[in-house]
């Protein structure tokens, strides 16, 4: 998160703004992929895309948050919802668009109450506590070794659109 003008804004820690420096802002509840590339984000070979982790992919949020360790603004995870292009792998997904549905407050991030009722209204969303993020996600460390043999991409297939 980042101190915007009007309030707390998302932002995302993966990607770097080489003008600024900074992380570019998430400041609405829809967002749009961009690349610096000249090409409609994602696509296939590039980095591009807004992310998202799923249950069975091998990389997980707390591996991202280790690689933006030098980041000292608070931090929350948001749960996505993806539409238009979707790339999904075993790295998890890359999205042309996504929707915020819920940001998840952790303990040790100490926002206050007039934080937490700015960014629900900012957003639209439920802010909650850790309590509302699965297991999977916060366990899955990059640095706890190799993945396991046997991974098992957790998609809902019934749910998901698959129309081109």
Do not use: K
Not at 99 to 104: D, E, G, K, P, T
């Amino acid at each position: 998160m980042r101190a915007g003008g009007d309030g707390l804004v998302l932002s995302s820690p993966m990607y770097h703004d080489d003008a600024t420096g900074l992380t570019p802002l998430w400041p609405a509840r829809q967002s749009a992929a961009a690349c610096y590339e000249d090409h409609e984000a994602p696509a296939a070979g590039c980095r591009c895309g807004i992310y998202g982790a799923v249950e069975g992919t091998l990389d997980s949020l707390p591996g991202y948050l280790q690689d933006t360790a030098y980041e000292t603004d608070p931090w929350a995870y948001a749960e996505i919802d993806c539409y238009g292009r979707v790339f999904v792998d075993m790295r998890g997904v890359r999205a042309q668009h996504a929707s915020l549905c819920r940001i998840a407050l952790p303990e040790t991030c100490y926002v206050e109450e007039a934080a937490r009722r700015g960014l629900r209204e900012r957003y639209g969303v439920c802010v909650t506590g850790m309590e509302a993020v699965p297991g999977w996600l916060t366990a899955g460390s990059r640095d706890t070794g190799p993945p396991a043999d046997e991974v098992h991409l957790g998609l809902d297939l019934e749910r998901l659109d698959l129309r081109t």
